[in-house]
């Protein structure tokens, strides 16, 4: 079996960042692909901080194609809802993830990296973020309630030994953006109805609507998946990084077009509240993958 990327399964680190690159005119995908191995030298883990890099689907198999799992592709087109909602497509090239004990050593290593592969590739977006209350989204509810525990993640969210990619993982990220006074303005039993559990305690409510937010993005219905969301923003204008690893993309494309709406059916009550304004996919390779593709472009 090959070594999954560590920082998928850090749990508990209390500050994140997230750098999404695009290639510069002239680089290839080869380039960014050994800048970005370069970058899990044993520097970037000084002072706790976790790497994980990924890349677009088409560009890592125009590089690794033996190291890639068929049929991943790149959010390219927007998820478009019956009644007009849209999840918005916002592709790059290559994500960085850091996360770590403490912002300013994040700080320092993000600046270290985007300084390294700065020849190949440029900033295309970044998000900051933090737990609230050791669990709990901005909403006010507890996120991840159906996580799995670190004993049956890796079986969720890596690809099997045996597969092209083994020991990878499709990564969703999306940023959304709650809308605070709409929600604020809600009382806690209309919240939960939305949600569809208690805010409490996080209590599946016997009753929840078909459109609530856990009828819509129900795992039994789509697959499992493993959730390292965060929230994110400021005070006045805030909400959720989605961080969805799985080891088949179907499953997170699926949930997204449950929440949308797509097919005839009630989106997601929670997108009355809140929006995407980003969405990416991205392979996180082994760490195996990674070394024997330096070695084949180096």
């Given at each position: ?220 219905t789509f697959g499992k998946i493993f959730r390292r969301n965060q929230p ?67």
């Amino acid at each position: 079996m090959g070594t999954p990327q560590g920082g998928i399964f850090a749990l508990g680190t209390a500050s994140h960042a997230y750098l999404e690159f695009d290639l510069r005119d002239g680089s290839r995908g080869a380039d960014l692909v050994r800048a970005v191995a370069a970058l899990r030298e044993p520097r970037t883990t000084m002072g706790g901080v976790n790497l994980v890099a990924g890349f677009r689907p088409e560009l890592w198999r125009s590089v690794a194609p033996g190291d890639s799992p068929a049929g991943v592709t790149g959010f390219d087109q927007d998820v478009v809802g019956d009644d007009g909602y849209v999840l918005p497509a916002t592709q790059h090239d290559a994500v960085l993830w850091l996360s770590g004990s403490a912002y300013d050593v994040v700080f320092d290593v993000a600046r270290g990296a985007i300084g390294d592969l700065d020849p190949v590739a440029v900033v295309a977006d970044e998000t900051s973020s933090w737990p609230y209350r050791h669990d709990r989204d901005l909403t006010g509810f507890i996120d991840g309630t159906e996580n799995p525990n670190l004993i049956d993640a890796p079986e969720i969210a890596l690809i099997p030994d045996g597969s092209a990619g083994a020991a990878g993982t499709v990564l969703l990220l999306q940023r959304w953006v709650h809308d605070v006074t709409a929600w604020e303005s809600l009382t806690d039993e209309a919240q939960e109805r939305v949600i569809g559990r208690t805010k409490p305690d996080s209590e599946e409510l016997p009753d929840k609507a078909p459109d609530s937010h856990v009828a819509k993005t129900d795992q039994d219905t789509f697959g499992k998946i493993f959730r390292r969301n965060q929230p994110f923003g400021t005070v006045t204008a805030h909400g959720t990084m989605f961080v969805g690893f799985s080891a088949e993309q179907q499953r997170l494309a699926a949930m997204l077009a449950s929440m949308a709406g797509v097919g005839g059916e009630q989106r997601d009550a929670l997108t009355r509240y809140s929006r995407p304004v980003t969405g990416s996919y991205y392979f996180v390779p082994s760490i195996e993958a990674m070394q024997r593709c330096v070695g084949q472009i180096g």
